[in-house]
């Protein structure tokens, strides 16, 4: 079982090393039963491209913070291409905000 804080980690790392990344992270959705999943695109440990569920930035990282994470995967990229429909944020303050959410929480 993964945690908010593992995303952070990961993300958090590739922030350090400046790499290109897909993360992509598993949730048990809202029945408790379904495997869901989405992804963050880091660009050169600057910039993260949200895809979860087609929300902007600001829902993005305010429902990946209320998940149940089953698991967090990094995939290393030479560069990234989101899609038009992902949402960007400056990848520092992603993990900003999903850590503040952790604290939240715990």
């Known amino acids: ?3 908010l804080q593992d995303l952070c980690n990961t993300l958090q ?6 790499e290109s990344a897909k993360v992509s992270y598993y949730y048990v959705d809202e029945d408790g039963v379904a ?4 992804a963050i695109l880091v660009d050169h440990g600057v910039r993260a ?7 902007d930035a600001s829902a993005s990282v305010d429902a990946i913070a209320s998940l149940k994470l089953v698991k967090v995967a990094s995939l290393q990229m030479s ?3 989101p899609a038009p429909h992902m ?6 303050h992603l993990i900003t905000d999903l850590r503040e959410h952790h604290q939240r929480r715990g």
């Not at 495997?35 to 989405?38: A, H, T």
């Open 35 to 38: 495997l869901r999943n989405g």
């Open 79 to 81: 560069e990234v291409t």
């Open 87 to 92: 949402a960007s944020i400056d990848l520092a």
């Open 49 to 55: 491209h949200v895809d979860h569920r087609q929300l």
């Open 1 to 3: 079982m993964a945690e």
């Open 13 to 18: 790392a590739l922030a350090d090393s400046g």
